[in-house]
């Protein structure tokens, strides 16, 4: 039986008032950057709560990340129609103001600062639909995933995508996924992370190099992937993060929980937030050696904090 932390009331609210607060990157300085999908922006909260806007985005800010040059990176989902349901925001259908699926650079130091560049937005002449989360490797790669955008009687078909921080190449790496969303990696970065939101899975694949993975365990799933873990019940998948111990963490919708999923595919338990909410969307950590993780509970617009069972990983890149 998995077992539901009872830890949950030890979660501390960071900041709320937050438009479905997503892409959470815990900073040096104590702050953390993330994104507000509803709001368009790249926004900073600091210790004590205060957010600012670092960048007005646009369309859908999803998944972000630092890159090898400081700047933050941003998988940008094109944008959401709206839905409140009982005071929990919920994000919808292609919206009419769809403005394209694209990665985006912001520009966070300097005489720059909150300079915002398209940087890719198609590949090999096909639209980039709705990236949603994104990891840098330690070569100053990215992976990206790309769920597609749902409209009312049609979903795009979704893919794993490798780029690099200067635009000059972007590489399909596995298609078709169906809603791929969080993405992450190993601790020593050999093996490649997705989970899949409708249907409930993570699959995971071996690294055999940038923009290239190979069968993990002799999988056969897409792209020779090997099921991780596939959940049961209704429960659905959103962002990850992987912990010092190589323990993927994934934020599970509708449970409204974070699940701790083991490298071997066991699922260990499941951290609910304090306050109901089906829109648990995302798991940072604040670095290497630290234990303390950040939560977002995009639903009713809150940014937690809590001190985590193992100790975060060493990004390739932090702030």
Known sequence: MVSVDPRAAELRVVASGLQFPEGPIALRDGSVLLVEIKRGTLSRVAPDGKVTVVAELGGGPNGAAIGPDGAAYVCN??????????????????????????????VLDGPDAGTVTDLY?????????????????????????DLGKSRARDNDTGSLYYALPDGSSITEVVHPLTQPNGVGLSPD???????????????????????????????????????????????LLDSLAVDGDGNVCVATLITGAVSVIAPD??????????????????????????????????GRGLLYATQWHTTGIDLAFSA
């Open 77 to 106: 989902n094109g944008g959401f129609e709206w839905h409140d349901r009982g005071g929990i925001t919920a994000p919808g259908h292609q919206p009419a103001g769809y403005i394209g699926g694209r990665i985006q650079r912001v």
């Open 189 to 235: 970065g050999s093996r490649v992370y997705v989970a899949e939101t409708g249907p409930g899975r993570v699959w995971c694949w071996d690294v055999a190099g940038p923009a290239e993975v190979r069968p993990a365990n002799g999988g056969i799933g897409p792209g020779g992937a090997t099921l991780l873990h596939g959940f049961a019940g209704y429960q």
């Open 121 to 145: 937005t198609e590949c090999d002449g096909r639209p980039l639909r709705g990236p949603n989360d994104i990891v840098f490797d330690a070569q100053g790669g990215f992976w990206f995933t």
């Open 265 to 298: 595919g066991t699922l260990v338990r499941q951290v609910p937030v304090p306050d109901p909410d089906p829109f648990v969307t995302n798991i940072c950590f604040a670095g290497a050696g630290s234990r303390t993780a950040y939560v977002t509970s995009s």
